[in-house]
């Protein structure tokens, strides 16, 4: 490892995007503020993981069509803001026990051209590091 990994940046191990990294989103209408994409690719960098997560600024009227053609994309998943948590709901192909329960989403994943929804805002006390650490565990990092 080189020095400068002493110094985790927001990006994978070399920086760049290839054909095979996986790719998330982090969907909100100013998502660059948003210092999830930070830590959940600083927690990236350590692993040696081929991943990353661009923020998305999208804006209202974008949402559905952003979210939508994701299904066609080479975006792996998603994490939506607060904003479009309800709408994003009607977008899904299949939704866990907690979509349902809460009608929100907060994270998406693409399998093929289906978009699977869950809430891991249900406990109210994920945010933070605690988020990004619970997305990198649960949909990231490989086993």
Known sequence: MNENMQEVDTMNADDS????TKLFGL???HASPNR????????????G?????IPMNIREDDFYF???????????GAYIAEEYQTAAVELLDEADEFVQVYNRCDFVLREGERLIGTYLGKNG??????????IFTNYIKES
């Open 17 to 20: 995007i290839k054909v095979q």
């Open 36 to 47: 999830l994409f930070v830590m959940l690719n600083k927690d990236i960098k350590k692993s």
């Open 27 to 29: 969907i909100a209408e």
């Open 125 to 134: 006390v994920l945010e933070g590091e605690a988020l990004a650490h619970e």
């Open 66 to 76: 952003t979210l939508a053609n994701m299904k066609k994309s080479h975006v792996n």
């Open 49 to 53: 993981e081929d991943a990353m997560m």
